[in-house]
Nanobody
């Protein structure tokens, strides 16, 4: 059993930055992929970014160049640094862990999910 908890969300003005963190707890934790998804009001779940255990990263076109994901294996944590935030980035952000071999951008490939953290970007 793996439990994930996001933190770092909040209210920020457009052009600002936030850093989200996802902490994992449970027994041996070595996910194949740690991913970030978001869901804006009235919108579908959207892939944002992911990082594999080897350090490979993936980004959606909408955030490429603005968001950076990283991990700290010693802390069982993954991070999402969000810069140059736009109002359209407003959403609930979720972290997820895929313990199997899956595609980072496929939501159904993930095994565990956090509860989400709200990010609101104002103009």
């Amino acid at each position: 059993q793996v439990q994930l908890a996001e933190s770092g969300g909040g209210l920020v003005q457009a052009g600002g930055s936030l850093r989200l963190a996802c902490a994992a707890s449970g027994r041996t934790f070595r996910p194949y992929v740690m991913g970030w998804f978001r869901q804006a009001p009235g919108m579908e779940h959207e892939f944002i970014s992911a990082i594999t255990w080897t350090g490979s990263t993936y980004y959606a076109d909408s955030v490429k160049g603005r968001f950076t994901t990283s991990k700290d294996n010693a802390k069982n944590a993954v991070y999402l640094q969000m810069n140059s935030l736009k109002t359209e980035d407003t959403a609930v952000y979720y972290c997820a862990a895929d313990l199997q071999y899956g595609n980072p951008w496929v939501r159904n490939d993930y095994d565990y999910w956090g509860q989400g953290t709200q990010v609101t970007v104002s103009s």
